[in-house]
T-cell receptor, first 115, second 113 residues
Framework: DTGVSQDPRHKITKRGQNVTFRCDPI?????LYWYRQTLGQGPEFLTY????????KSRLLSDRFSAERPKGSFSTLEIQRTEQGDSAMYLCASSLAGSWADTQYFGPGTRLTVL | AQTVTQSQPEMSVQEAETVTLSCTYDTSESDYYLFWYKQPPSRQMILVIRQEAYKQQNATENRFSVNFQKAAKSFSLKISDSQLGDAAMYFC??????????WGAGTKLIIKP
């Protein structure tokens, strides 16, 4: 069990550019979650997948954000036309559906800075 | 709306002492789960302890234990024999059935050597 991994760990981009982040969940986990976290706050739910199906998206999620999990394994989160307000830590978590309230295990996060 | 409140933005404790972090939540459900996560500076979110609402017995994990008061909707975390490595943001989270984790704003724990 190698845990949840995320790549890159840090990303600096200019406003208006597109960025893509990757998350690799724990291998036997079928659920994968994306969160956004700003300094001093708790995580804010963005979206989650069960296998390859995207089951829920936050109503607060802008159309500039899109996530995929094409083969039910790794996932990507893309932000188009980045804005300074997108600067945050993007967290990925995974869980095994049906196991103890789907306890979520987190990756190290990708810190995005939009200049 | 279902909410989680952590009323202590920051707490400090002397190394080797005991500290309790408070958490209250609001729900109309009778069955749900509660979690404490820890996030050290610049490091990832780690599960500390979890509790099922239908279990009366308070969960314990080594130096970490909870005081779960269902009627009061309170879920406090007690850390015994505090160590320098316990310094972190601590987040309380509540998950109702078929819903997402609802997070508190966090408590920053400072350990004084």
């Amino acid at each position: 069990d190698t845990g949840v991994s995320q790549d890159p760990r840090h990303k600096i981009t200019k406003r208006g550019q597109n960025v893509t982040f990757r998350c690799d969940p724990i291998s036997e986990h079928n659920r994968l979650y994306w969160y956004r976290q700003t300094l001093g706050q708790g995580p804010e739910f963005l979206t989650y997948f069960q296998n390859e199906a995207q089951l829920e998206k936050s109503r607060l999620l802008s159309d500039r954000f899109s996530a995929e999990r094409p083969k039910g394994s790794f996932s990507t989160l893309e932000i188009q036309r980045t804005e300074q307000g997108d600067s945050a830590m993007y967290l990925c978590a995974s869980s095994l559906a049906g196991s103890w309230a789907d306890t979520q295990y987190f990756g190290p996060g990708t810190r995005l800075t939009v200049l | 709306a279902q909410t989680v409140t952590q009323s202590q933005p920051e707490m400090s404790v002397q190394e080797a002492e005991t500290v309790t972090l408070s958490c209250t939540y609001d729900t109309s459900e009778s069955d749900y789960y509660l979690f404490w996560y820890k996030q050290p500076p610049s490091r990832q979110m780690i599960l500390v302890i979890r509790q099922e609402a239908y279990k009366q017995q308070n969960a314990t994990e080594n130096r970490f234990s909870v005081n779960f008061q269902k009627a009061a909707k309170s879920f406090s975390l007690k850390i015994s024999d505090s160590q320098l490595g316990d310094a972190a943001m601590y987040f309380c989270a509540h998950v109702p059935p078929n819903y997402q984790l609802i997070w508190g704003a966090g408590t920053k724990l400072i350990i004084k050597p």
